[in-house]
């Protein structure tokens, strides 16, 4: 029943900017966390950010500290990541992923719940 669906992504010039959204459906967010992920061609996936609701904890991969803001909306039911001054390394296939329980992994195989995913492109 939990459905989640990306859109935002597309193509950017290093040093701009993009916001991706994350509508959730199906189960509400107490005591869930929440991330983000990305996947490059030839390129395992790897974490990006975290928000556990249970607390409003953010985490952030050293990559992207500073440049991207992980947010909430409860009402909407939406998650955000704001990313700003991109970098060409940054491209790839954007995922939001949920899974319930206590604190974020950094990793993605304990994630049981996955959006589609939505394509960033950052040209140098």
């Known amino acids: 029943q939990v459905q989640l669906v990306e859109s935002g992504g597309g193509s950017v010039q290093a040093g701009g900017s993009l916001k991706l959204s994350c509508a959730a459906s199906?189960?509400?967010?107490?005591?869930?966390?929440m991330g983000w992920f990305r996947q490059a061609p030839g390129k395992e996936r790897e974490g990006v950010a975290f928000?556990?609701?249970?607390?409003?904890?953010?985490e952030y991969d050293d990559s992207v500290e500073g440049r991207f803001t992980i947010s909430l909306d409860n009402a909407n039911r939406t998650l955000y990541i704001e990313m700003n001054k991109l970098k060409p390394e940054d491209t790839g296939m954007y995922y939001c992923?949920?899974?319930?329980?206590?604190?974020?992994?950094?990793?993605?195989?304990?994630?049981?719940?996955w959006g589609q995913g939505t394509q960033v492109t950052v040209s140098s």
């Open positions: 992923a949920a899974r319930y329980g206590s604190g974020c992994p950094k990793q993605p195989g304990p994630y049981v719940y």
């Open positions: 199906g189960y509400t967010f107490e005591y869930w966390c």
């Open positions: 928000y556990y609701h249970g607390g409003g904890t953010k």
